[in-house]
């Protein structure tokens, strides 16, 4: 049992490519989300969906794209990386309903130079 | 707007000791509130979730506490051990979810 898998864990970008992180979860969970992580800041929101082929923005979606084309599948774009990205990213997701728990990916630590 | 505030930042404590966890939110009116547990290089592990209905949830030597009224929330961990040692983080439901910074526990042997 998989749970939430986050590819790649590990990525250097140079300041103006782009790349996507993908999340997978194997769970038939209709909630998707992706977190940013920073020291002294905690967990802020990115963007969200909660359903396939829709998505909505969160607490900090200013650089970022994101796609749900598949029910499992999650995606977070970065079209122009900047060293302020450099952070470490997490997809979580869960089950429709008020009290079902959120599970997490074990993240992918992005750096921009 | 929701806040969450978890006091102290940092713990230390010696194998073995009781200890508890604090969470604090801003608005009351909340349906749950979830204790996560953060290994260093990981994501988040979902440690026990307490619905505003219950006041107690306890999952093995992890007791969590609900009091809306207060805006409070306590993790109670009983008999620490070493590999006890991690950040834990609380977080509450406010579109879709706002977490605290967690505290970081050293249980020293």
């Given at each position: 049992?998989?749970g939430v898998?986050?590819t790649?864990?590990?990525?250097?970008?140079k300041?103006?490519?782009?790349?996507?992180?993908?999340?997978?979860?194997?769970?038939?969970?209709?909630?998707?989300?992706?977190?940013?992580?920073?020291?002294?800041?905690?967990l802020r929101?990115?963007?969200?969906?909660?359903?396939?082929?829709?998505?909505?923005?969160?607490?900090?979606?200013?650089?970022?794209?994101?796609?749900?084309?598949?029910?499992?599948n999650?995606?977070?774009g970065l079209?122009?990386?900047?060293?302020?990205q450099?952070s470490?990213y997490f997809?979580?997701?869960?089950?429709?309903?008020?009290?079902?728990?959120?599970?997490?990916g074990?993240?992918?630590r992005?750096t921009v130079? | 707007?929701q806040?969450?505030?978890?006091?102290?930042?940092?713990?230390?404590?010696?194998?073995?000791e009781?200890?508890?966890?604090?969470?604090?939110?801003?608005?009351?009116?909340?349906?749950?509130?979830?204790?996560?547990?953060?290994?260093p290089?990981?994501?988040?592990?979902?440690?026990?979730l307490?619905?505003?209905?219950?006041?107690?949830q306890?999952?093995?030597?992890l007791?969590?506490?609900?009091?809306?009224?207060s805006?409070?929330?306590?993790l109670?961990?009983a008999?620490?051990?070493?590999?006890?040692?991690?950040?834990?983080l609380?977080?509450?439901?406010?579109?879709?979810?706002v977490?605290?910074?967690?505290?970081?526990?050293?249980v020293?042997a």
């Amino acid at each position: 049992n998989a749970g939430v898998t986050q590819t790649p864990k590990f990525r250097v970008l140079k300041t103006g490519q782009s790349m996507t992180l993908l999340c997978a979860q194997d769970m038939n969970h209709e909630y998707m989300y992706w977190y940013r992580q920073d020291p002294g800041m905690g967990l802020r929101l990115i963007h969200y969906s909660v359903g396939e082929g829709t998505t909505a923005k969160g607490e900090v979606p200013d650089g970022y794209n994101v796609s749900r084309l598949k029910k499992q599948n999650f995606l977070l774009g970065l079209e122009s990386a900047a060293p302020s990205q450099t952070s470490v990213y997490f997809c979580a997701s869960r089950r429709l309903g008020d009290n079902s728990p959120l599970h997490f990916g074990n993240g992918t630590r992005l750096t921009v130079t | 707007k929701q806040e969450v505030t978890q006091i102290p930042a940092a713990l230390s404590v010696p194998e073995g000791e009781n200890l508890v966890l604090n969470c604090s939110f801003t608005d009351s009116a909340i349906y749950n509130l979830q204790w996560f547990r953060q290994d260093p290089g990981k994501g988040l592990t979902s440690l026990l979730l307490i619905q505003s209905s219950q006041r107690e949830q306890t999952s093995g030597r992890l007791n969590a506490s609900l009091d809306k009224s207060s805006g409070r929330s306590t993790l109670y961990i009983a008999a620490s051990q070493p590999g006890d040692s991690a950040t834990y983080l609380c977080a509450v439901p406010s579109t879709p979810l706002v977490f605290g910074k967690g505290t970081r526990l050293s249980v020293i042997a």
